[in-house]
C-alpha cells in the first residue's frame, strides 16, 4: 500500500491508553425491571400476494421525530478534556494516502419517490438500513421496506409497507393503521430469519402524536423474506414513548434499546429483551422491560447485535452508550451494560452495570449551535444534523472462537465494534470515531483494543456504521459532504495487520449531484454496516444520497445498497 509510515513512528507519534479500565466507579444503578405480558403473534400471508395500497394520502412532508433533551446554549464553558485536539487525526494524516477499493456491487434502493408515490409525499429523514442473508438483502426506511436478490441486485417485491403485514395479519390497532418510523431490519443468522420493526402510534385532531405506543415487530417464518411473517404489536408501559429504537440479535432474545420521552420530557433509557424461542415459532412471546429512568445525561444506548459464531452459553449482552456532559454530548467515559434474558415464570431478566471504560480525547461538539446543525453543502445554506450526541447503529458483536484467549489484536475472542460523530479539526468538520473493544472471558475483562477518528481530509463524514468479519477486518460506512462535495455515501477500511488506530483502505459507493435544502436539516439518522453469512467476509452497506438539486429541494432522496471486500485473503 501507498502512503504508509512505520508502525513505531505510529506509536511514538502521540499517548493515549489503548486498554483502559475504569478510573472511577459509578454508583449501582436503580433500575426498573418488570416482566410485560406475552403478546400473541398474527400470521400473514406470503409477502409477495400483500399489495401494497396506499396508507393515506399526506398533504405535507412526514417528519419523523427524533427527541433530543434541550441543552443549556452550548458555550466554550465545555470540559476542557473535550477541548483537546484528537491526537487519533493526527495519525490518521500521517499515514498520508490511503489505497483505494472498489465496489463489488452497487444498486439503487428505495427511494423518497416509493414514499410519494405510497403515501402522497416524501418523508425526512430517510432512516436507511439494510441486511444481509444467504440469497436476499432486505432494506427498511422511512417509511417502507423492500426485498432484493442478492446476486443480481433485482427487486423481489415491490416497496412494502410494514403496516400492511399486520393488517394482513388481521391485526386492526396503530401497527396495522400507521408507518410512523424509525424502521430497522435484521437478519438472523441462527435461525436463518428476518426481523422488521418500527414504532407506531395514532395522532390526534392535531396531528400530535398521543399515546399508547407501539413497537411493531415482525419475524419472517421461514428463510424467505417473500414469505409469511409472524407480527407482534407491543405496547410501550407507562405512556413513554420509545424513541431511536435498536435491535440486537442474540441467543436468548432479540435485544432492543429506545431513548424514551415522556412529552418532550427526557424519562431515561430502556432496555427490552423479546422472547426469541416463542417468537421463532409463531408463539405469545414475553418481554423482559428495564427502565433506566434514573440515568441522568447517558446517551442513547445500543444493544450487541451478533455476527459469525454464536458465543458460549450464558454470555449476556453488552448494552453500551456514554455518560453525557452537561449539553448531554458524550465524554470519554463510556458505558456498558450486561444483559441476560429470563422467560420463566415471573421473571424480568438482569441489567448490571461494569466498570466504565475511558476513552481517547474527542470533542463532541462539532456544530456551534445547541441543535448540532452545521455540515455543508455545496451551493445552498442548508446545513444537515450531525448527529453526534449518540453513538450510531449498530453495535456488532463478534466471537472469534478460534483465536482464544486475546492475543492483544484485532482478532481477540470477542470484539465489540461500533461508531459515533466527533469534531473534526475545526468547528463544522465532522469526522467518524470508531472502536473496537476486546472482550477477555478468563479474566473478564473488557477494554479498548483499537480506537481511531476518520477525518483524512477537509470533507465532513458522518452518520457511519463500521462493522468486522472473520478475517478481522474492519470496514466503516458514512455520508460524506462539504462546500464543495455534495453528499456521497463512502467507505474505508483496515486489515487485520494495517498499523494499529488507522484505516488505510478508501472506496466510493456513490457520488451524490444534490444538496438537502426545503427546509430541514435531518440526514439520516443512521445507516448500516453488515457482513455476508455466506462467506463471513464481504461487506454491504447502504446509506442514502440526492440526484439533483430539485430532488433535494423535494426531500426526495434516493438510497444505495452496495458490497465490498477489503482484501482477497478472506474466503
Same mark, same amino acid.
Given at each position: ?80 478534556? =473535550?477541548?483537546? =485536539? ?6 490518521? !494524516? ?80 396503530? %401497527?396495522?393503521? /400507521? ?13 436463518? !430469519? ?21 413497537? %411493531? ?8 423474506? +417473500? ?30 434499546? *429506545?431513548?424514551?420521552? @415522556?412529552?418532550?420530557?427526557? @424519562? ?36 450487541? $447485535? ?24 458524550? +465524554?470519554? !467515559? ?32 462539532? %456544530? ?32 472469534? @472462537?478460534?483465536? %482464544? ?51 483524512? $481530509? ?39 495487520? $494495517?498499523?494499529?488506530?488507522? =484505516?488505510?483502505? +478508501?472506496? =466510493? ?5 444534490? *444538496? ?10 443512521? @445507516? ?7 462467506? $463471513?467476509? +464481504? ?28 482484501? /482477497?485473503?478472506?474466503?
Amino acid at each position: 500500500m501507498t502512503g504508509k509510515i512505520p508502525f513505531s513512528i505510529l506509536l511514538t507519534a502521540f499517548i493515549f491508553p489503548l486498554s483502559a479500565s475504569a478510573t472511577e466507579q459509578l454508583p449501582a444503578p436503580l433500575i426498573q425491571s418488570q416482566r410485560l405480558a406475552a403478546v400473541a403473534a398474527g400470521e400473514t400471508p406470503p409477502l409477495i400476494e400483500i399489495i401494497a395500497t396506499p396508507e393515506q394520502i399526506r398533504t405535507t412532508p412526514h417528519v419523523i421525530p427524533l427527541h433530543k433533551p434541550t441543552p443549556p446554549k452550548i458555550t466554550d464553558s465545555s470540559p476542557k478534556a =473535550l477541548q483537546t =485536539l484528537d491526537p487519533l487525526i493526527a495519525a490518521q !494524516r500521517q499515514l498520508g494516502e490511503l489505497t483505494n477499493i472498489d465496489p463489488i456491487m452497487s444498486f439503487d434502493g428505495l427511494s423518497g419517490a416509493d414514499n410519494a408515490k405510497i403515501f402522497g409525499s416524501p418523508s425526512s429523514p430517510a432512516d436507511v438500513n439494510g441486511d444481509i442473508g444467504l440469497q436476499h438483502y432486505v432494506q427498511m426506511v422511512n417509511n417502507l421496506f423492500q426485498v432484493f436478490d442478492k446476486q443480481s441486485g433485482l427487486a423481489l417485491t415491490p416497496p412494502s409497507r410494514l403496516s400492511g403485514l399486520f393488517a394482513a395479519a388481521g391485526k386492526t390497532g396503530a %401497527c396495522a393503521k /400507521n408507518d410512523q418510523g424509525d424502521p430497522i431490519v435484521l437478519y438472523d443468522h441462527l435461525a436463518d !430469519r428476518w426481523l422488521l420493526s418500527q414504532f407506531n402510534y395514532n395522532t390526534d385532531k392535531f396531528g400530535s402524536d398521543k399515546p399508547p405506543y407501539h413497537e %411493531c415487530v415482525a419475524i419472517s417464518k421461514t428463510g424467505d423474506p +417473500t414469505g409469511q411473517y409472524y407480527v407482534y404489536d407491543y405496547i410501550m408501559p407507562n405512556n413513554k414513548f420509545p424513541d431511536y429504537p435498536k435491535f440486537g440479535v442474540w441467543a436468548d432474545g432479540y435485544y432492543m434499546t *429506545a431513548a424514551q420521552y @415522556s412529552g418532550n420530557t427526557p @424519562s431515561g433509557n430502556a432496555i427490552l429483551v423479546f422472547d426469541r424461542t416463542q417468537m421463532l415459532i409463531g408463539g405469545a412471546a414475553a418481554v423482559n422491560y428495564h427502565d433506566l429512568a434514573d440515568k441522568p445525561r447517558l446517551s442513547v444506548l445500543l444493544p450487541s $447485535d451478533l455476527d459469525g459464531p454464536q458465543p458460549p452459553p450464558g454470555t449476556p449482552n453488552y448494552v453500551l452508550g456514554f455518560q453525557g456532559d452537561k449539553n448531554w454530548l458524550p +465524554t470519554t !467515559r463510556m458505558r456498558v451494560f450486561e444483559v441476560s434474558a429470563d422467560f420463566s415464570a415471573s421473571a424480568t431478566g438482569s441489567v448490571k452495570e461494569r466498570s466504565s471504560l475511558q476513552v481517547a480525547a474527542f470533542n463532541p461538539k462539532v %456544530c456551534n449551535n445547541a441543535v448540532g446543525t452545521c455540515i455543508p453543502q455545496p451551493g445552498v445554506n442548508q446545513k444537515l444534523d450531525a448527529l453526534s450526541d449518540r453513538p450510531m447503529n449498530r453495535l456488532q458483536y463478534r466471537y472469534f @472462537s478460534d483465536r %482464544c484467549p486475546i492475543d492483544n489484536s484485532t482478532s481477540a475472542c470477542a470484539g465489540l465494534t461500533f461508531n459515533h460523530t466527533i469534531q473534526g479539526e475545526s468547528s463544522g468538520q465532522a469526522a467518524v470515531r470508531w472502536y473496537i473493544l476486546n472482550y477477555k472471558p478468563d479474566t473478564d475483562l473488557l477494554s479498548v483494543a483499537q480506537q481511531g477518528s476518520f477525518a483524512p $481530509d477537509t470533507n465532513s463524514r458522518w452518520m457511519g456504521s463500521a462493522a468486522l468479519n472473520k478475517q478481522g477486518e474492519l470496514a466503516l460506512g458514512f455520508s460524506i459532504s462539504s462546500k464543495s462535495v455534495y453528499p456521497a455515501i463512502g467507505f474505508s477500511g483496515r486489515l487485520q495487520t $494495517d498499523p494499529v488506530n488507522v =484505516l488505510t483502505l +478508501t472506496g =466510493l459507493l456513490k457520488q451524490g449531484n444534490g *444538496a438537502q435544502s426545503g427546509g430541514t436539516e435531518r440526514w439520516g439518522d443512521y @445507516s448500516m454496516m453488515a457482513v455476508d453469512p455466506v462467506d $463471513d467476509c +464481504t461487506f454491504w452497506y447502504t446509506n442514502q444520497y440526492y440526484a439533483n438539486n430539485k430532488d433535494g429541494r423535494n426531500w426526495l432522496w434516493r438510497t444505495r445498497i452496495g458490497s465490498f471486500k477489503l482484501s /482477497n485473503d478472506c474466503t
